[in-house]
């Protein structure tokens, strides 16, 4: 089947090269020439594992191809896939003016045969109504279309599994003739995988999104309280929220305490979907809540950093890891880079590693420095700070790291070393939710 998608970032290119991947004819769209010449070439513009490996694959076999321009490639195209970005606005609504304008463009361009607009990139309840609109009102008479809602799960580090596997597809639609198009379209996955498909309404698919990504972000700052808990009573929210998660009504995901959750998505989507409450006049401090438990946990890492170090001026700090999580170079919202920012305020030196995202941390913070292992990062510092959990750093020679640091104390963000006797070993080792 013949489909666009428009906006080549982490979800759309994503799902370009995967249903390609599944035999379908793709031509994916960004305004952001850069990216198009680069992906053109085979070259993923994002770090994500096995995306460009497929990303060749199928611009080899013809059937992914890349454009600058949506008026050129949406006329034969049976389903157009809106993929770009949509931060939070000042006032914490969702910033829709990307989805508009996309939508109005391909009202101006879409031609007369039936087609499928798919609204996935995460937006409020009823944006999809609006997005028909705005088709109706730049298009032809003669425009016959239907818009769905069908949001994407996938989690970046991991996008093309979730992809290729995902827990469930959720299609809100409101037209039979829609629905099966993307039955047919996501049939390869379905039949391969028996993956459940959700056939709901447009409103509950958009609300399925926001309720997902909230109901995470609960798991996670309710682990941080724990943590929180532990840390002042001498308990361990290791084995605490470990025992808690064996319950199979709770499951042990997303349980992890650390320096409070990133990325573009969380804070983004549970700003928005507190801002829908709002205008619904509905109670929205659980989410308030959620977003203070997670502010103080960075916060609370930070503050046991100066009570162990005392004065921060002057003094040689190393960072393990800027990336939001590991297996990215995404650095949109990563505790790492308000630690980091904070850590410059008080007058530290910062050394920093990350294997992926330290290119884009250069344009943020050009002051600090940029190494090309961890154990630069740990050579004369007096304290080295874990702030993502790259799986490279769990098999570090922690005697070498110790050699290399003037005073051998480490503050794992991550719980990255929990079951290693880092005491043993000589360090002073400060977990999250450990005494
Ligand atoms: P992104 O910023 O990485 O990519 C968005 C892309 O859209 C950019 O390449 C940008 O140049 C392009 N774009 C913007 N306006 C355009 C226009 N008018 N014409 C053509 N291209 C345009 O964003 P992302 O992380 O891929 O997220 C996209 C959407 O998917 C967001 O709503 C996000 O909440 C949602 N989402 C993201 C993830 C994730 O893990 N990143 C997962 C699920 C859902
Ligand atoms: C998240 C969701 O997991 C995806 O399902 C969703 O599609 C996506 O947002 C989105 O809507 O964009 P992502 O942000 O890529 O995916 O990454 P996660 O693995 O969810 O991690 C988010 C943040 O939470 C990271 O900073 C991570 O370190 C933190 N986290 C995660 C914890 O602190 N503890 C945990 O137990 C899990």
Not at 120 to 126: A, I, N
Not at 405 to 412: A, G, H, N, Q, R
């Given at each position: 089947m013949k489909a666009v998608i428009i906006g080549t970032g982490y979800v759309g290119l994503t799902t370009g090269v995967c249903l390609a991947d599944i035999g379908h004819e793709i031509c994916c769209v960004d305004n952001n020439p850069e990216k198009i010449k680069l992906l053109s070439q085979g070259r993923s513009p994002i770090f994500e594992p096995g995306l460009e490996e497929i990303l060749k694959r199928n611009i080899e076999n013809g059937r992914l191809t890349f454009s600058g321009d949506i008026a050129k490639v949406v006329k034969d195209a049976r389903v157009i896939f809106i993929c770009v970005n949509t931060p939070t606005r000042e006032d914490g609504h969702s910033e829709l003016k990307f989805v508009e304008k996309v939508a109005k463009e391909i009202a101006l361009s879409m031609g007369d045969d039936y087609k499928v607009i798919v609204d996935?990139?995460?937006?409020?309840?009823?944006t999809a109504e609006k997005v028909k609109e705005t088709i109706l009102r730049y298009s032809t008479e003669r425009t016959h279309c239907d818009v769905v809602s069908n949001p994407e799960f996938l989690k970046e580090g991991t996008a093309i599994a979730d992809t290729m596997n995902p827990d469930r597809i959720v299609i809100g639609s409101d037209s039979k003739e829609a629905t099966e198009l993307m039955l047919e379209l996501y049939k390869p996955i379905i039949d391969r995988t028996g993956a459940p498909v959700k056939i709901v309404s447009v409103r509950s698919a958009e609300l399925i999104k926001h309720g997902a990504n909230t109901f995470l972000s609960i798991k996670i700052s309710f682990a941080n309280l724990i943590a929180e808990v532990c840390e002042e009573t001498d308990a361990d929210a290791i084995e605490v929220l470990d025992a808690i998660g064996l319950d199979e009504r709770i499951g042990k995901r997303f349980l992890r305490p650390g320096i409070g959750f990133g990325g573009s998505c969380f804070p983004k989507d549970i700003a928005a979907f507190k801002k829908t409450m709002e205008m619904l006049r509905i109670d929205n401090a659980l989410i308030k809540a959620v977003e203070e438990v997670n502010e103080l946990a960075w916060r609370r890492f930070l503050g046991r950093v100066e009570k162990e170090l005392w004065v921060l001026d002057g003094k040689v700090i190393g960072v393990l890891g800027l990336a939001f999580k590991p297996d990215t170079d995404d650095l949109r919202n990563s505790p790492a880079l308000k630690i980091i920012s904070e850590l410059l305020s008080l007058g530290a030196k910062v050394k920093a590693y990350d294997p992926e995202a330290m290119e884009g941390a250069k344009l943020m913070f050009p002051e600090i420095e940029y190494c090309v292992d961890p154990y630069q990062a740990a050579e004369g510092s007096e304290a080295l700070l874990v702030c993502t959990e790259w799986d490279e750093f769990r098999d570090l020679d922690v005697k070498k790291i110790k050699e290399k640091?003037?005073?051998?104390?480490?503050?794992?963000g991550r719980n990255l070393w929990h079951d290693v006797d880092m005491k043993g070993l000589g360090f002073r080792y400060f977990g999250v939710g450990r005494a």
């Open positions: 996935k990139s995460t937006v409020p309840v009823k640091m003037l005073v051998p104390v480490i503050f794992d």
